[in-house]
Nanobody, 124 residues
Framework: QVQLVESGGGLVQTGGSLRLSCAAS????????MGWFRQAPGKQHEFVAT????????YYRDSVKGRFTISRDNAKNTVYLQMNSLKPEDTAVYYC?????????????????WGQGTQVTVSS
């Protein structure tokens, strides 16, 4: 069983930046795909970004391309989401997820472990 703990959320003004972190309890995640998802009030879970096990492949939802960057440090069992140029529509609870495959796509069902989420609020 892998536990994921997110941190780094908070309140920021439009145009600001935040860096989310997701720390895993086991170094087995070094062979897992890691992803970030988010859920805004009244909306469904949506994919944000994913990174392959070796960090060589990344994939983003269109609305965050050029603004968000996903990265990982397998030595620290940690994945990051750098969020720049934040917009009010980025406001959501952000969840870290892990898939027991070396590369997975944008579908929540492909992920086996989830964190508890961290709130990101962007004020206008």
């Amino acid at each position: 069983q892998v536990q994921l703990v997110e941190s780094g959320g908070g309140l920021v003004q439009t145009g600001g930046s935040l860096r989310l972190s997701c720390a895993a309890s086991s170094n087995t995640v070094s062979s897992y795909t890691m992803g970030w998802f988010r859920q805004a009030p009244g909306k469904q879970h949506e994919f944000v970004a994913t990174i392959s096990a070796n960090g060589g492949s990344t994939y983003y939802r269109d609305s965050v391309k050029g603004r968000f960057t996903i990265s990982r440090d397998n030595a620290k069992n940690t994945v990051y989401l750098q969020m720049n140029s934040l917009k009010p529509e980025d406001t959501a609870v952000y969840y870290c997820a892990a898939s027991r495959t070396s590369y997975s796509g944008p579908y929540p069902g492909q992920y086996d472990y989830w964190g508890q989420g961290t709130q990101v609020t962007v004020s206008s």
